[in-house]
């Protein structure tokens, strides 16, 4: 069954504002392309993408002229952009996620090589209801103490048994499991039932609903849910000093190659 690519970009990019960018995140030029079009190429095939859009972006600026012409399949579900967190975006935008097919949940402003084909094989015959994609190993937006982004724990096979947001399990980071920021779920009735559990019993993170906390509730319920590994490269872009981080160290390994 085809899956459904859904990508919430809501927010309302305030810290990249005060910093002096006047496009919305997604559509900071980064290497002379738009960040959200290297997050479309992590997904080879995906023609359809569902968009989860702030209405004053649509309204005020070229966002939806971009991404029509890069996916002119795809959908643009606008919202008002209240600060409530990406689970509040995919809630805004439920009815046009089809309860019956696999959805998988992209944030906007990060980039990975993966192999997108290889985690579509496994989750078709796997019996797991959920996935989260992670990384480990050296990566230079790890190394200011106080970056820190969502983390798994898991057991002996690979099933997660924990995962906490803006945290490390290992004192060294490069140890542990982070999340990139993709999220698999089995359909999207399922992902919509846990994602109302998760906003009505208030489980959030400074007032703003994650993703991946949305899976604590599943593994309550006993659901098995799998941590593939196998993501080679990772690029964090989602604060001005991620994106700082980026282009320095890029401009470091592009003067070691020349």
Not at 57 to 85: C, F, S, W, Y
Not at 104 to 122: E, G, I, Q, T
Not at 130 to 152: D, E, I, Q, R, T
Not at 222 to 228: D, F, H, N, Q, T
Request: hydrophobic share 40%; glycine share 6%.
């Amino acid at each position: 069954m085809k899956l459904q690519l859904v990508i919430p970009m809501s927010g309302q990019g305030s810290r990249f504002a005060r910093v002096g960018y006047t496009d919305p995140k997604p559509l900071i030029k980064i290497d002379d392309h738009p960040m959200i079009e290297w997050v479309l190429r992590m997904f080879p095939g995906e023609e359809e993408p569902l968009f989860i859009c702030r209405r004053e972006h649509i309204e005020n600026t070229a966002m939806a002229q971009i991404l029509t012409d890069l996916r002119p399949n795809g959908r643009i579900a606008v919202t008002e952009g209240a600060k409530l967190g990406p689970v509040a975006a995919l809630m805004a935008a439920a009815d046009e996620i089809d309860n019956d097919r696999p959805v998988l949940v992209s944030y906007c402003d990060y980039y990975m090589r993966w192999d997108y084909d290889a985690f579509k094989a496994a989750m078709a015959v796997d019996d797991y209801l959920g996935a989260v994609p992670c990384y480990k190993g050296f990566h230079p937006h790890l190394l200011p103490v106080k970056n820190l982004y969502a983390s798994c724990r898991v057991d002996a096979q690979g099933n997660l048994i924990e995962i906490r947001e803006k945290y490390s399990f290992e004192a060294d980071k490069t140890k542990a499991l982070h999340s990139p920021g993709i999220y698999y779920f089995h359909s999207g009735g399922l992902m919509k039932k846990y994602c109302t559990r998760l906003m009505d019993m208030g489980d959030s993170l400074n007032g703003e609903y994650y993703v991946s906390m949305v899976y604590n509730h599943l593994i309550r319920d006993g659901l098995r849910v799998a941590v593939p590994e196998g993501i080679s490269h990772f690029c964090q872009w989602g604060t001005p000093e991620d994106l700082d981080e980026y282009r320095y160290w890029t401009a470091i390994a592009r003067k070691r190659q020349s």
